[in-house]
């Protein structure tokens, strides 16, 4: 499956990379979804996979024998997915408070406090 | 040493502080903190002279080899002498000068720094402290040619001196490093007996070149030699003491002092020798035209400071003698006359020479210092500038092939000098009376007495040379070139071709001073242009940096957010895929391409809900789509044993969805923005970020790993966190603190939502 994952990786960076280069704010949004799945995707897949053998330990035993999946990754992806849903929410709530305010969602027409003249 | 120096700079940070209550007298206070440094020093001075060194090492970064070490010589003996006594001179001198200037505490600040950094230059035998203090001087020259900050000229040659010289530091630093390199040590004192290693490394041509561009630019030689008489803006103690006595010398000092070290091939020597006689001659003639007396002696100075170069281009011991005495004699006249102009500026008010004439009944005292100073600068027996022309001569006399060639370059720039001492030393004295702008009377006693002591000095060192020369100057040669000199240095040398030198040069400057004004009628309309002026070359280089910067400024920060990301995103795969191109075999990887039905299923879904979101022209259809994506994620961790991580993306996926409906449920429909073009340049800088990625996956998935961190946690889990799900105890108990971080970080989230959803913008017509 790390063939078919890596080619995942790819799409989704590529799908998000696209998005995040679009003029809409909603776009750009989504295009930050995108780059997370595919950054907890990476360190998931580089964390090498393990099929059916999850990090817990048994009742009574001490420790677990190999083959079992590294828990560390899984550790860091949770706190990313979390993070990440702080920043989405911030995200989408921001965007609705700037189209109310500017009245649009093109972000070429919100450069103008940054122009060098 | 280095109490010395702390307590030099400490003083100067005091000055401020007792400036206004005793205003009356700071000029004797502030000349007693230099001649107390001059005196500690001059006490060594027996020591040094019977041809002990002192030596003095504190720690300061000793791990990267940079400490103070402070070495006493000959040559830096010398040097400290000068600079301390001139300043006992112009300390005094600046506390009735400068009494009508705002600000004169700062002045003394300024001036205190600079001269504290300025000995610890010439006696830091540590190259990087050296630098430190040779930029130091550099900056406190910065502040002080600045010090009438709302005159834009100024501030303008203010920076033009920094910029120069700073820059020329840097090079000068750089020349430091790689000599570091081939002895292993900092220190000055390290590299005596490794001129053959130095001169047979391979960096030796840019040592060279690096070492010379910071001397020269430092000491105004040619092709930098222009910052100096715009330097003139400068308050005139300042231009006595930094930009003639002393700190334009140190880049002399520098030569001098690696002599030893990089001296002896046709690189290094002829290169000197040939700027400094460009200089010497070029500076000359260019002040045949100037009116103003501070600008002539800046042109005499840069003259100087040629011949100077030249004479340690020469090297021998002669050369060497002569260069002993020229330093000395040019600072004790050139001071000296330099104070004599600002003399004649504060009591007339002006300075242009041709509105100075007949002031020796008015003052009768500055006269005969500038009298004094002038005969010295002429090279009239018995004053020191004498002895000092006619070793001068000598020393060219010397040189193969070139000699007479030299010989008269020298005669035609001292004439000129010569001109330029009559012009300030007796012009402004004889001849009938003009009136000036003030009524003209004697200057104060703090003004006079300086310059007088130091042109009796100048007189005094002419009729006993060994007595005040001759001791130190085996010692300096020894630091100069490794060996004695064994040559006395008298007054009279007899009647030979030397002195007949010196009376035509005498001779031919009172000519060109009669003839001046008609010089001047003829080359009235000649104008130097400006592709032959180097003064031009740095505002080129300036506007252009300046030019350089604005471009580039709208080209990378304009405004635009994806352009920013496109120069991320582009430079980091670009470095990153050329890293991994040079990994051998990188690309050999021979993935498993077994895969099942359902993991088959899996990957289309999320492929074809990708492109379902990319294309859809319906925000509610693109959040379905991005919806999906997200639990086909989580059905991914079900399969690789990551049940926790299911879970929270199940969770989080459902409240991201429900968000993003209700927020933008309300919006119109998506406009079309992007243009075909910049759509097309996006697919390809996509695709490019996603093919990279990929690879680096099959690249790093195809090493073995072993991660004793997957260990350590299902080990210690149970003993240690009293938990079976390890991730779990990760979590909460291994990274607790980093869990602690994230919660505050969703926190701090909560609450910037919160605030968006309810701020209320009165002034917006929410």
Redesign the interface.
């Known amino acids: 499956m790390n063939f078919l994952l890596a080619i995942i990786i790819g799409i989704l960076y590529g799908a998000g990379t696209y998005m995040i280069l679009r003029r809409s704010l909603v776009k750009v949004i989504l295009g930050l979804i995108f780059l997370g799945h595919a950054a907890n995707l990476l360190i998931f897949t580089i964390g090498r996979l393990t099929k059916g053998a999850p990090a817990f330990i048994p009742q009574g035993a001490e420790t677990l024998a190999e083959p079992y999946a590294d828990p560390l990754p899984q550790a860091l992806i949770l706190t990313a997915i979390v993070i990440g849903f702080g920043v989405q929410a911030f995200a989408i709530v921001l965007f609705k408070r700037t189209y109310q305010t500017v009245g649009t969602d093109d972000l070429d027409k919100m450069k103008s406090t940054d122009e060098l003249k | 040493m280095l109490t010395l120096i702390l307590i030099g700079f400490a003083a100067s940070a005091i000055a401020p502080l007792i400036y206004k209550p005793l205003k009356n007298y700071f000029g004797w206070i502030a000349a007693s903190f230099p001649l107390y440094i001059f005196l500690s020093f001059l006490s060594k001075y027996n020591q040094i002279a019977s041809g002990n060194i002192i030596k003095e090492t504190i720690e300061w970064i000793p791990s990267l080899g940079i400490n103070f070490t402070f070495l006493l010589d000959g040559l830096s003996l010398t040097f400290v002498l000068i600079i301390t006594l001139i300043g006992v001179v112009v300390f005094l001198y600046a506390g009735a000068y400068m009494r009508g200037y705002e600000h004169a505490d700062r002045f003394f600040v300024y001036v205190g720094i600079f001269m504290t950094s300025m000995v610890g230059m010439v006696i830091s035998d540590n190259m990087m402290t050296l630098f430190v203090f040779w930029e130091l001087t550099s900056i406190s020259s910065y502040l002080l040619i600045g010090f009438n900050h709302h005159n834009e000229k100024s501030r303008k040659y203010a920076l033009q001196a920094l910029l120069v010289t700073g820059g020329g530091g840097l090079a000068l630093m750089a020349g430091f490093i790689l000599l570091s390199q081939i002895s292993g040590s900092f220190e000055i004192s390290a590299l005596y007996n490794l001129n053959e290693n130095i001169r047979n490394a391979s960096t030796y041509s840019a040592i060279v070149i690096l070492v010379l561009i910071g001397a020269f630019t430092k000491s105004a030689q040619f092709p930098f030699h222009f910052w100096l008489p715009n330097a003139m803006e400068a308050p005139t103690p300042v231009s006595a003491y930094l930009h003639s006595a002393t700190m334009v010398k140190a880049g002399i000092y520098i030569i001098a002092r690696m002599n030893h070290s990089l001296g002896g091939t046709a690189l290094w020597q002829d290169t000197i020798l040939i700027i400094g006689a460009i200089t010497m001659l070029f500076a000359a003639i260019l002040s045949y035209n100037q009116m103003d007396l501070k600008k002539l002696l800046a042109y005499s100075t840069l003259s100087v400071l040629g011949t100077l170069t030249m004479l340690l281009g020469i090297g021998s011991k002669l050369a060497i003698k002569a260069f002993f005495i020229y330093i000395i004699a040019h600072s004790l006249y050139k001071g000296t006359l330099f104070l004599v102009a600002g003399i004649l500026d504060h009591e007339t008010g002006t300075r242009d020479v041709s509105k100075l004439s007949g002031l020796r009944k008015y003052m009768p005292i500055t006269m005969v210092t500038a009298a004094f100073a002038s005969f010295s600068m002429m090279g009239i027996i018995p004053l020191v500038g004498f002895i000092g022309k006619e070793t001068v001569y000598s020393a060219i006399l010397e040189v193969d092939y070139w000699g007479l060639f030299l010989l008269a370059v020298a005669v035609i720039g001292n004439a000129l000098i010569v001109m330029i001492t009559i012009l300030v030393g007796f012009k402004p004295f004889w001849g009938k009376l003009i009136s000036t702008p003030k009524e003209p009377h004697e200057a104060p006693i703090k003004m006079w007495l300086g310059p007088l002591a130091l042109a009796v000095l100048g007189l005094l060192m002419g009729i006993f040379p060994n007595v005040f020369i001759g001791r130190l100057l085996d010692q300096s040669a020894i630091s100069i070139i490794s060996e004695k000199l064994e040559l006395t240095i008298k007054l009279w040398h007899g009647f030979n071709f030397v002195l007949l030198m010196s009376f035509v040069t005498l001779l031919l400057g009172i000519g060109i001073y009669f003839f001046r004004l008609k010089i001047l009628d003829i080359t009235h309309n000649f104008k130097l242009k400006k592709i032959f002026k180097p003064s031009e070359w740095y505002e080129f280089l300036l506007n252009g940096m300046m030019s350089f910067a604005?471009f580039q400024?709208?080209v990378l920060?304009?405004?635009?957010?994806?352009n920013y990301?496109?120069f991320i995103?582009v430079t980091a795969v670009t470095l990153a895929s050329f890293a991994l191109f040079r990994i051998e075999n990188a690309l050999k990887i021979t993935?498993?391409?077994s895969?099942?039905f359902y993991?088959?299923a899996i990957?289309l879904i999320?492929?074809i809900s990708?492109?379902f979101?990319?294309t859809s022209d319906s925000?509610l259809k693109?959040i379905v789509g991005?919806g999906v994506?997200?639990f086909v994620?989580g059905i991914?961790?079900i399969?690789?044993?990551?049940?926790?991580?299911a879970l929270?993306?199940f969770a989080?996926e459902t409240?991201?969805v429900i968000?993003?409906v209700l927020?933008?449920y309300k919006?119109p429909r998506?406009?079309k923005?992007?243009k075909p073009l910049s759509k097309l340049r996006?697919?390809i800088?996509?695709?490019g970020?996603?093919?990279f990625?990929?690879l680096m996956?099959?690249y790093?998935?195809s090493i073995d790993?072993t991660?004793e961190?997957?260990r350590f946690?299902?080990?210690t889990?149970?003993?240690g966190g009293k938990g079976?799900?390890?991730?779990n105890v990760?979590?909460v108990d291994f990274?607790a603190i980093?869990?602690l971080g994230?919660i505050t970080?969703?926190a701090?989230?909560?609450l910037?939502?919160y605030a968006?959803?309810k701020?209320k913008?009165d002034d917006?017509g929410?």
């Open positions: 604005k400024t709208k920060q304009n405004g635009y957010l994806r990301i496109i995103l993935p498993d391409f895969i099942t993991e088959g990957a999320i492929i990708t492109f979101v990319i925000r693109s991005i994506v997200g994620m991914i961790f399969i690789h044993s990551a049940p926790d991580l929270t993306t989080i409240l991201t968000l993003f927020v933008l919006l998506y406009l923005f992007s996006d697919i800088i996509a695709s970020v996603g093919l990625m990929t996956v099959l790093i998935t790993l991660s961190l997957k946690y299902t080990d889990s149970v003993p079976r799900n390890v991730v990760i979590l990274r980093d869990t994230e970080v969703l701090i989230a909560a910037g939502v968006l959803l701020l913008l917006r929410e």
